[in-house]
């Protein structure tokens, strides 16, 4: 970013020129003029002056000035949001930096509108027509007017084609960078783990008195403990549709139990049957006969996801060093 001084003999340029004569003459006006204002009965338009020239400029952009008006509007929610947060000198820290992050993110848009007109990238009345009507239908945060809306909105299909164009079109990802992403981390990837599952299933419905459920489960789960045949008493007792198959679950992974099951069968070990475990459903005698281990999802299941991970990543980086690299190149002075 490049911060170069005004000369104040001769060096600045034009524009500059222009809006300094501007305010020295308004500083004039609005500091010595007031008695020929009055005699001539002008003191309204000098109020006035003053009023329209106190949003002053607090950065300037290359041949661009960003005012206080500009910054306001920025500040209006997240204002609000910091003071039902904060108070004291932790609301002043916060206020102070909330403003200087919202100024350098107005300087970082201003940069890119400039560009934008330098490349001549343009958008069509119909196309921010057609933005306008998704922003209205979502309606969220402070309500802006319409110009103004439609000004952000405009601007802000710009910078989109803008950043298409200079920025997403030059993003690769190729076949090799997805197989060492995802070699790196499988671990995020795994299938959780699953078990080889029997049950015992007796149903309350709701509503209903469920202690003679719960007896008849203590008299099942006794009955287990003397030996008793586990596939025979499903048959028997077991109100769920696998007590035909003797109670049989098959593989069940872990996040597809309910939350006691799966919290009792963390204590057991293949071969354990647990007493009853009382759920919203009613209650369950449980036969742990396998654990199948946590594994990694195959890399064509995941293979998009990863893709969409590395571009975004590779998107962002190509972003900041273009950005970067248009700030070296401008003139950048803030003045708050």
């Not at 795994?190 to 299933?201: D, G, T, V």
């Not at 069940?252 to 007493?275: F, Q």
């Not at 475990?277 to 654990?291: M, N, Q, R, T, Y």
């Not at 990694?296 to 060093?321: A, C, F, G, W």
Request: proline letters at 4%; a neutral charge; zero cysteines.
């Amino acid at each position: 970013m490049s911060h170069r001084k005004f000369n104040l003999v001769g060096g600045l340029p034009q524009w500059a020129k222009i809006y300094q004569t501007t305010f020295l003459f308004i500083g004039w006006l609005i500091t010595t003029a007031p008695i020929a204002l009055v005699t001539s009965g002008l003191l309204d338009v000098r109020q006035a002056w003053a009023e329209e020239f106190s949003d002053r400029i607090v950065a300037i952009v290359n041949k661009d000035i960003i005012t206080m008006s500009d910054l306001e509007p920025e500040l209006v929610d997240e204002r609000k949001r910091l003071r039902a947060k904060y108070s004291g000198e932790e609301l002043n820290r916060r206020l102070a930096q909330k403003v200087y992050d919202v100024l350098n993110g107005l300087i970082d848009r201003k940069l890119q509108l400039q560009e934008a007109e330098a490349k001549g990238i343009t958008v069509t009345d119909e196309e921010v027509k057609e933005a306008l009507q998704q922003v209205a239908m979502q309606k969220t945060g402070t309500p802006l007017a319409g110009s103004v809306l439609k000004k952000q909105v405009r601007e802000q299909l710009l910078l989109e084609r803008l950043l298409a164009f200079q920025v997403r079109q030059s993003v690769m990802v190729t076949d090799s960078e997805i197989t060492q992403y995802y070699e790196e981390h499988k671990d995020a990837y795994l299938i959780s783990p699953a078990y080889r599952l029997r049950q015992i299933f007796f149903f309350v419905r709701p509503g209903e008195n469920e202690a003679p459920k719960r007896s008849r489960a203590d008299m099942v789960y006794l009955a287990l403990r003397t030996n008793g045949n586990f596939a025979e008493l499903a048959q028997k007792n077991s109100d769920g549709p696998e007590a035909a198959e003797g109670g049989n679950l098959g593989e069940v992974r872990e996040d597809e139990l309910l939350p006691p099951l799966a919290e009792a069968i963390k204590t057991m070990k293949p071969g354990d049957i647990s007493r009853p475990i009382k759920s919203s459903l009613g209650f369950h005698i449980i036969a742990l006969d396998e654990v199948i281990p946590p594994r990694p999802r195959d890399l064509t299941e995941v293979e998009n996801q990863i893709k969409s991970i590395l571009y975004k990543k590779r998107t962002e980086e190509n972003y900041h060093q273009w950005l970067r690299e248009l700030k070296k190149k401008a003139f950048i002075e803030i003045k708050l």
